[in-house]
């Protein structure tokens, strides 16, 4: 950063005028404190009441007891108090050199109903309003072309109940009370159509000196002039806004009354679900008559809006005019409840924005032309009968001059660095949050900082650790038998696993079996150690033995993570060892065995191998990531050993350990060494990421991932096998709001240079023969080997979850939360030509479960047609 002028010939000045000026210094920067309490009519604290200051544009909030607190420079402010449900309040105070003290109580807003009649033909006053509300959405989305802004976060989690086992498991160190609280101030930039910048100049997390807030204003920044509001965590589909284009599908309005405000008249205006089970808000939203735009809201999200995690979540909005008719958030505030599995809590989490600076996109507003009502004198009242037929008339903006749009930002202030967080965010001082928090700490809050606080010391000592430790580490029939044993040594970071048992999973299993080996042993073990910088070594040794081949294998395997921002990573590999056929392992130990012992279906492939492999791994720039390896084996063939079965009347069906192939009259082969060698490179243009000091985050692109991979064999060092192939990928997925969410791949690749090539060196495709589901990405219904080719081919999946948009409208489904799911799965080989796989499926059966109905056909002939069952959260 360049050094300011200003503060560097200030330097070179004479000692006694720089004396003048450190004497002046106190008088020039002289601020005060206003403190006071927020409070109802029964003097009862108001919650985060909103406090806007006029004269710079910026805003605060107080606490959960109603207290607030506000550091000025010496002046005259104007203050406006404002609680959603109260009328506003206005304080003229003179900030001197000192704390002041202002306490203010907010009276109930009073509703004045118009003198309108609504006869029972007629609709509430409240869709006139909303529907000048919805015409001018697009306007007040679009009327700031830029803003930056401060904005401070609170984050807060309570938990009120904490259960004593979950799904069998010891739940340790987990207190009632505050379980998180953070605090965080950002300097935040937009910039249209979709431009942010986030920069976190202060963090702090209590109980963790050196931890960093994940808070994130940018995250928190929702609007309901868009159509659809996405929350990431809360929901698959979004939510549709009050003031949608198709709201009037969605939601039913009741008009409440209107009040006074600042000359403004305010209207309130009751939001109701048209459905139970949509996903929509329910609450008030305030417009202001006229302008038509957003003046607060108080609207919660409820489980039949189908949020997940949480029981319902309120949003609570504060608008204000930051510069002429420019209206922004000044405070937002999200609150939630949740239980389940035995827990129960709460939190919120609150934004306060100041310093706005904002580029306006109009130089003169909208308006909207009314068209004039029927007016019918009564005795009593004006009846007025909405012209309902008649559009009213939008007189369209005029976009502002360049000269009108000064420039706010840098323009290399926006970059694919969406937020970054300073090195020096968490070593600010008690003396430094005390003057920059616009929001007071309740007294539960500052004692949770000085307890956790103070606790920090306890809780990294190794004294500490070892005895919560001692409780996590006592093994357990389930950790042994299906989720595997850990031990954790938290104070040195280190771990050691084993696998399990039995994984029902896919992942490996201590006990197997299969025709090749009979009963195989396969103990695999993992050794980590971490480091405070987030590098870490992974050490994996793997020991199996066939019972009925009475072959001892084993390999070892070590890892180094050492450039964590990069994900870089060097691994080597090496002994002798069984793999299958297909090198990504469609075929999981516990499917196989089931398959074997109880159906008589070996599906599983094997062949033995002394190898050595060295693999590579970084994101080498922004979006660009490398794998490379290189691998050298000596390959061996293996036989059937045993054909046992656990039916009492086997028919010996076993198939041979050599897979039959379209492409091969024999695909048996006879020991010899293959030196092999992999490189592909992943690149996803406009890839926006996240800064911490301690790692990158990616966060998605609007381009898809595409993917140039080489496979070759290399005829050198006794190697004897030779080919070539390459392979495009290119994958994605997006969302299409309420209708759901897709992914997709496609993948095209080809061979030469080929000579005496085995059938691992094919390309395979991941299919499967088992009513356990496998890859949702790959093919549900093709035999594993007989189209794994060394020619060109094509090959194609989609995926479309619906999130509920159909079953939602099934009574029985929307209750017990299925979701439909749709695929299509494509491949063109030369010796299969066009192959294609249709599914239906009802996924988070029981939250978890999964179940797909497919169909195949190939040359356009129904093939085959199954079901498969499987995890689908």
Do not use: C
Not at 763 to 789: C, K
Not at 847 to 865: A, E, I, M, P
């Amino acid at each position: 950063m360049k050094p300011n002028i200003q503060n560097k010939s200030l330097l070179h000045m004479r000692p006694t005028l720089l004396l003048f000026l450190l004497y002046l210094l106190p008088a020039i920067t002289m601020a005060g404190t206003l403190r006071g309490r927020i409070t109802d009519e029964n003097n009862q604290g108001l919650p985060f009441a909103s406090i806007y200051i006029k004269e710079t544009a910026s805003g605060t909030a107080s606490n959960d007891q109603g207290n607030y607190q506000l550091q000025l420079p010496a002046g005259t402010y104007t203050l406006e108090f404002k609680y959603v449900g109260y009328r506003a309040r206005i304080e003229t105070v003179t900030i001197g050199e000192g704390a002041q003290e202002l306490n203010v109580q907010l009276l109930p807003e009073v509703l004045n109903l118009k003198e309108v009649v609504v006869k029972a033909a007629d609709e509430d006053p409240a869709y006139g309003i909303m529907r000048n509300a919805i015409r001018l959405r697009k306007y007040h989305r679009d009327e700031v072309n830029a803003w930056s802004a401060r904005v401070y976060m609170k984050g807060v989690a309570r938990m009120d109940k904490v259960p004593g086992k979950v799904l069998g498991v010891r739940v340790v160190d987990v207190d009632t009370g505050i379980v998180y609280l953070s605090e965080s101030v950002s300097e935040l930039h937009f910039k249209k159509p979709n431009k942010v910048n986030e920069r976190v100049i202060s963090s702090k997390v209590s109980g963790k000196k050196q931890g960093f807030s994940f808070n994130q204003a940018s995250e928190m920044n929702i609007s309901f002039y868009d159509n659809l509001l996405k929350v990431e965590g809360l929901s698959e589909r979004g939510f549709v806004s009050p003031l949608a284009n198709n709201a009037l599908f969605f939601y039913r309005f009741e008009y409440q009354g209107t009040f006074e405000e600042n000359g403004r008249t305010i209207n309130k205006i009751k939001v109701i679900p048209r459905r139970k089970n949509d996903p929509v808000f329910q609450g008030n939203i305030y417009i202001v008559d006229g302008s038509w735009r957003i003046h607060s809201t108080d609207l919660t999200l409820t489980k039949n809006a189908g949020i997940d995690f949480v029981d319902f979540i309120r949003v609570r909005q504060v608008y204000a005019p930051v510069q002429e008719e420019v209206w922004m958030p000044v405070s937002q505030r999200f609150t939630f409840e949740a239980s389940g599995l035995g827990f129960k809590g709460g939190g919120y989490a609150t934004g306060v924005y100041s310093r706005y600076k904002v580029q306006p996109a109009y130089s003169r507003p909208p308006s909207v032309v009314e068209p004039e009502p029927e007016v019918v004198e009564d005795a009593m009242a004006v009846e007025v009968k909405p012209a309902r037929r008649q559009r009213a008339r939008v007189i369209e903006p005029v976009i502002a001059t360049p000269e009108e749009q000064p420039a706010i930002h840098d323009e290399k202030l926006f970059s694919r660095e969406v937020l970054v967080v300073e090195k020096e965010a968490n070593t600010r001082d008690s003396a430094y949050w005390a003057e920059i928090r616009p929001v007071p700490l309740t007294e539960e809050e500052q004692v949770d900082y000085q307890r956790k606080d103070s606790l920090e010391v306890i809780r990294e000592s190794r004294v500490y650790k070892d005895s919560v430790d001692r409780i996590r580490n006592k093994p357990t029939f389930g950790s042994f038998f299906t989720r595997g044993y850990t031990y954790n040594n938290t104070y040195e970071r280190r771990f050691f696993r084993i696998d399990p048992l039995l994984s029902l999973t896919g992942g490996p299993s201590v006990l197997q079996f299969n025709t090749v080996e009979g009963t195989v042993l396969n103990v695999g073990m993992e050794y980590r150690q971490n480091f405070e910088d987030r590098r870490y070594y992974e050490l994996e040794p793997t020991i199996r033995y066939g019972f009925a081949n009475e072959k001892l294998n084993a390999k070892l395997r070590l890892s180094y993570t050492y450039n964590p921002i990069k994900r870089s990573s060097v691994s080597v590999e090496g002994g002798r060892f069984v793999d299958q056929i297909n090198s990504t392992n469609p075929i999981s130990p516990f499917a196989n065995t089931v398959y074997t012992l109880l159906m008589e279906r070996n599906y599983l492939k094997l062949y033995q191998r002394d190898y050595g492999r060295v693999t590579y791994r970084s994101e080498i720039l922004n979006g660009v990531t490398i794998l490379t390896s290189l691998d050298y084996s000596h390959r061996m063939p293996l036989e059937n050993s045993t054909d046992y079965t656990l039916r009492e009347s086997s028919s010996g069906n076993f198939t041979s350990n050599v897979p039959e192939n379209a492409e091969l009259a024999d695909a048996s082969f006879d020991p010899h060494q293959a030196l092999t060698a992999a490189f592909t490179v992943a690149f996803r243009p406009g890839m926006n990421y996240i800064s911490r000091p301690d790692r990158k985050i990616n966060i998605g692109s609007r381009w898809p991932t595409f993917s140039l991979g080489y496979r070759g064999g290399i005829k050198a060092l006794g190697g004897d096998v030779r080919y070539t192939t390459l392979a495009l990928r290119i994958s994605d997925d997006f969302s299409l709001g309420l209708l759901g969410s897709s992914e997709y791949s496609v993948t095209g690749g080809s061979f030469w240079g080929k000579e005496n090539m085995q059938l691992m060196d094919y390309r395979h495709f991941n299919g499967n023969r088992t009513i356990f589901a496998g890859v949702y990405t790959g093919f549900q219904l093709l035999d594993y080997y007989r189209y794994s080719t060394s020619n060109r081919y094509l090959e194609g999946h989609y995926e479309h979850h619906f999130n509920g948009f159909l079953f939602n409208k099934i009574p029985l489904f929307r209750k017990l939360k299925w979701q439909e799911v749709v695929s299509l799965h494509y491949l063109n080989t030369r010796e299969l030509e066009n192959y294609l796989e249709l599914g239906l499926g009802i996924e988070h059966i029981f939250k978890v479960l999964r179940v797909d109905f497919f169909t195949s056909f190939q040359k356009r002939q129904k093939v085959h047609t199954g079901l498969r069952f499987g995890f689908g959260f």
